[in-house]
């Protein structure tokens, strides 16, 4: 199985600072037939499901705000979110979906400073 | 705009089957890849495996002898069947759809259903 591990566990930021979330994979995501890394982020707050922020590793999902952003390649990927918002408090998980099984990064939470 | 829902007991005891159904609406079944996915509480996630509208599946090596996946076109559901279970199997259950096919991330879920194991 393809190991996802996340850092940091656990992040406190200022309202209004940047915020990064790195993820490593164990091995590459990145398809060479389509040039696509296949990395997703997800957003979970508490008592909800996750919802998807980024896909492909830098593609943002519809009516995701665009100071989420995802950047990366291969096997190190970094979600950021440019200017922090007090909504964004939550959990976040980064997720291949190269082969299966897919799996996910254990999560980091996301608190305000 | 599709909506997942998952209805199952709430509670299993330990050496039964687990069996929940996800029912789709505001969208048809066809065309997509559907999976579940659990956490058990206070934990990360973990793929237990998809069905494709036409019952192709796949499932998470570590669940394969246990788990069961189908699909009801007519209905607009598909469902999981998790056998022998225990209390490590105690978890949020969530449906979701993958969005581009089988190798995609998951754009939909359900809102997810507490699955106790106790006797």
């Known amino acids: 199985d393809i190991v996802m591990t996340q850092s940091p566990d656990s992040l406190a930021v200022s309202l209004g600072e940047r915020a990064t979330i790195n993820c490593k994979s164990s091995?590459?995501?990145?398809?060479?037939?389509?040039?696509?890394?296949?990395l997703a982020w997800y957003q979970q707050k508490p008592g909800q499901p996750p919802q998807v922020l980024i896909y492909?590793?830098?593609s943002r999902e519809s009516g995701v705000p665009d100071r989420f952003s995802g950047s990366g390649s291969g096997t190190d990927f970094t979600l950021t979110i440019s200017s922090l918002q007090a909504e964004d408090v939550a959990v976040y998980y980064c997720?291949?979906?190269?082969?299966?099984?897919?799996?996910f990064g254990q999560g980091t939470k996301l608190e305000i400073k | 705009q599709v909506q997942l829902q998952e209805s199952g007991p709430g509670l299993v005891k330990p050496s039964e089957t687990l069996s929940l159904t996800c029912t789709v609406s505001?969208?048809?079944?066809?065309?997509?890849?559907w999976s579940w996915i659990r956490q058990p509480p206070g934990k990360g996630l973990e793929w237990i495996g998809y069905?494709?509208?036409?019952?192709?599946?796949k499932y998470n090596p570590s669940l394969k002898s246990r788990v069961t996946i189908s699909v009801d076109r007519s209905k607009n559901q598909f469902s999981l069947n998790l056998s022998s279970v225990t209390a490590a199997d105690t978890a949020v259950y969530y449906c979701?759809?993958?969005?581009?096919?089988?190798?995609?991330?998951?754009?939909?879920w359900g809102q997810g259903t507490l699955i106790t194991v106790s006797s």
């Open positions: 997720q291949h979906h190269y082969t299966t099984p897919f799996t």
């Open positions: 091995q590459s995501l990145l398809w060479s037939s389509n040039n696509k890394n296949y």
């Open positions: 492909w590793a830098s």
């Open positions: 505001g969208g048809s079944i066809s065309g997509y890849y």
């Open positions: 069905i494709y509208y036409s019952g192709n599946s």
């Open positions: 979701a759809r993958q969005r581009f096919g089988e190798l995609s991330h998951f754009d939909h």
